[in-house]
């Protein structure tokens, strides 16, 4: 990106987040994109504009692009590569699956059992379209996903499609998943944990411990930690909800500003607000955050007049 074409993408950035969000809000929303924001502003006089392309100066243009595609910017490099193709939902964490062709049934269970964890997969196999030229959408998976895991089992090794995927995960910075079913890490996934799929393990279990490591990773916790609060606060379906309440609850620990980004959008969600199991729920969680920004009101029935001479004893 041209140093101009850089400037003025952050001034769109910082004017868009200056009109439709709070501090909080900001502080809340950049850590999604690994953005570090202080424990308080850098000077009263700082306008919030002022305050966000503080923090953009030192980010890489990666970073700035990002960003400025969540929030829907025009900008030239957009249209060059294309940043956010339809095979990706919108609004999740976006997981490149790097597989052999005969894996690639399993690859797509893994791809269902991630979805109730905010995170969408791209299996090649699976999701291309018949009509367009596979390598251009194999090339746009891989310059757009936020982390790519590998199914590391016989053939891996010896598929060249397979080593470049992972060879541009390497390039590109983004955390690199191994999952290890027949075959030990090698090379540059060597130095990655891997996951053990023995016969034991069931896909949801798999799926399961690839949420905890995109959890755990400093390059992606707040991001996927975001995500997966949003998808919660706004969710129109009570039973999904309750099921992604514990799922949360049982990680060690969540940034509290996600939480009270959380418990905020919950209130002004018609469906949830209504269910006092899902409510209940939610504040015993926020209540190990000592966040009690959803206390029920206290409410008594109407007091009603009556004649006495209309009592029948």
Wanted: proline share 4%.
């Amino acid at each position: 990106m041209r140093p101009i074409e850089r400037v003025n993408l952050i001034g769109k950035i910082a004017n868009m987040l200056q009109q439709d969000m709070t501090y909080s809000r900001i502080d809340a929303y950049l850590p999604a994109f690994g953005i570090a924001c202080p424990d308080h502003h850098f000077d009263i006089n700082f306008s919030k504009r002022l305050y966000v392309e503080k923090l953009l100066s030192d980010q890489s243009d990666e970073v700035i692009l990002k960003i400025a595609d969540d929030l829907e910017l025009d900008h030239s490099e957009r249209a060059k590569v294309n940043i956010i193709p339809t095979f990706w939902k919108q609004g999740y964490f976006k997981l490149f699956i790097s597989h052999v062709a005969k894996f690639k049934e399993k690859a797509s269970e893994l791809q269902n059992s991630l979805k109730i964890y905010g995170i969408s997969s791209f299996v090649a196999h699976s999701d291309i379209e018949p009509s367009r030229e596979w390598l251009d959408e194999i090339e746009k998976a891989l310059h757009t996903m936020d982390a790519l895991t590998a199914i590391l089992l016989d053939g891996f090794k010896e598929s060249s499609w397979c080593d470049q995927e992972v060879g541009f995960a390497v390039g590109k910075s983004v955390l690199i998943i191994p999952i290890k079913k027949d075959l030990d890490p090698y090379g540059f996934i060597g130095k990655y944990q891997s996951i053990h799929a023995d016969g034991k393990k069931s896909v949801a279990d798999i799926a399961k411990e690839v949420f905890i490591t995109i959890v755990k990773n400093p390059k992606t916790s707040n991001q996927i930690l975001t995500i997966f609060t949003n998808l919660i606060s706004n969710s129109t379906h009570e039973e999904t909800a309750l099921k992604q309440l514990n799922i949360l609850n049982e990680l060690e620990i969540i940034p509290k500003e996600i939480l009270t980004q959380m418990a905020e959008q919950i209130k002004n969600n018609s469906v949830l607000a209504k269910s006092i199991k899902f409510m209940d729920e939610t504040k015993i969680l926020l209540k190990k955050y000592e966040i009690y920004t959803l206390e029920y009101k206290e409410f008594t029935l109407p007091s009603i007049d009556i004649d006495e001479d209309e009592i029948p004893f």
